[in-house]
């Protein structure tokens, strides 16, 4: 008997590697099992395809290219090609194509919500402080119109059924939580190193408005305070001055050390940092942007058992709060002793109980319910 050719699903993105950490190694790589996958994005940065899914890369560029105005149209060509019976748009920039690609083929569209992209705009500092309010209410205008035709939605972030006017009642929140090896991360004899040697690490976006600059003001006020402490910032920083003044501080101060930067670093390469540090960074300012967020990095290190110092966000501190995971820190002031934090460091006993839901595993099976639904 002939075997039922799979269905194909199609999963696109701007400026996201084809190998990004949600849309292939989560939403990808789940559906990969029941169905024929593509992936559209940017050239990748450490892997190629297993058998069960595709890449197809696009022209990499940057956020202020002018590439990003003739892409989309790229993707579409592509997109026409495969003929999917789901296209999953992980970017609001590729909501018009979404459109064409409907009337042209058919398909079924899913807007994957990772972000409130018009408030990052806002808050954000990314683009030029004149052009953010003019294309943050080009990005909400853009979602307003096209989510007629949007048959499903995916929301990284439970609070965006309430901040996005534009959700209909048809949305799954599948969460952005962590994608780990097998292996853990951590043994015990490795975790009990903090106590004469701290390894600080700071990973995943560089930027203002993810607190790297105030990571590292902590960093060296512990620094002060007990000379054999480090700091390890691994990520991407997307703008060029949070680059060069990143590369200064390092070069200032020996205690830091920096890997990625100017490129994104792989995945498993952030997964590898926090396996070898002490304590993970979670410092990011007051901000409309990410302050009613659940940051990845906060499941990855809950998720791997590493003690974090953690931003006063009450939100994440009632999410560490049952495991004893987190030291929490001011958002608001500068610390001027940092002995009796570096003292709580040491003496606090992390991690009393295993942390709950903290893992994609919890996720998968929404995903595979919201996908059924929609190509059965």
Not at 12 to 29: C, F, H, I, N, Q
Not at 85 to 109: M, N
Request: proline fraction near 6%; charged fraction near 20%; aromatic fraction near 8%.
């Amino acid at each position: 008997m002939q075997e039922m050719k799979k269905r194909r699903i199609v999963l696109a993105s701007l400026l996201k590697p084809v190998d990004d950490t949600r849309m292939y190694e989560k939403l990808g790589v789940t559906l990969a099992s029941e169905y024929e996958v593509y992936i559209i994005g940017q050239p990748p940065k450490k892997s190629t395809a297993p058998a069960n899914v595709t890449f197809i890369s696009i022209p990499a560029h940057g956020r202020l290219a002018i590439q990003r105005l003739t892409t989309p149209w790229r993707v579409l060509r592509r997109v026409v090609g495969i003929r999917p019976d789901v296209l999953i748009v992980c970017t609001a920039e590729l909501l018009p194509i979404a459109l064409c690609a409907r009337l042209l083929t058919g398909t079924k569209i899913i807007y994957d919500v990772q972000e409130n992209y018009a408030q990052n705009i806002l808050h954000g500092e990314v683009w030029p402080r004149l052009m953010r309010p003019w294309l943050a209410k080009m990005v909400r205008l853009t979602e307003w119109s096209t989510s007629w035709l949007v048959c499903h939605f995916l929301l990284a972030e439970q609070s965006y059924a309430d901040e996005l006017g534009f959700i209909r009642k048809d949305f799954t929140i599948v969460e952005n939580k962590a994608v780990l090896p097998s292996q853990r991360p951590h043994t015990e004899d490795e975790k009990t190193d903090h106590i004469n040697d701290i390894r600080l690490l700071f990973s995943g976006t560089l930027a203002v408005t993810t607190g790297v600059f105030k990571a590292i003001e902590l960093a060296r006020q512990l620094h002060d305070a007990d000379a054999s402490i480090r700091l390890h910032i691994v990520g991407y920083a997307a703008q060029q001055d949070v680059r060069i003044s990143l590369y200064k501080l390092a070069s200032e101060n020996t205690f830091i050390e920096l890997t990625g930067i100017d490129h994104i670093v792989p995945h498993a390469e952030i997964i590898e940092a926090i396996g070898r540090a002490h304590f993970g960074i979670i410092a990011y300012p007051e901000n409309k942007s990410t302050w009613s967020s659940y940051p990845t990095k906060l499941y990855e290190y809950l998720a791997s058992n590493l003690p974090i110092l953690l931003i006063d966000n009450p939100r994440w501190i009632s999410l560490c709060a049952p495991y004893s995971a987190a030291v929490s820190f001011p958002s608001h002031a500068v610390i001027t002793d940092a002995a009796p934090l570096l003292a709580r460091m040491r003496m606090q006993s992390f991690y009393a109980s295993k942390p709950e839901n903290v893992l994609w595993d919890s996720e998968a099976p929404r995903l595979h319910a919201a996908i059924s639904a929609i190509v059965k």
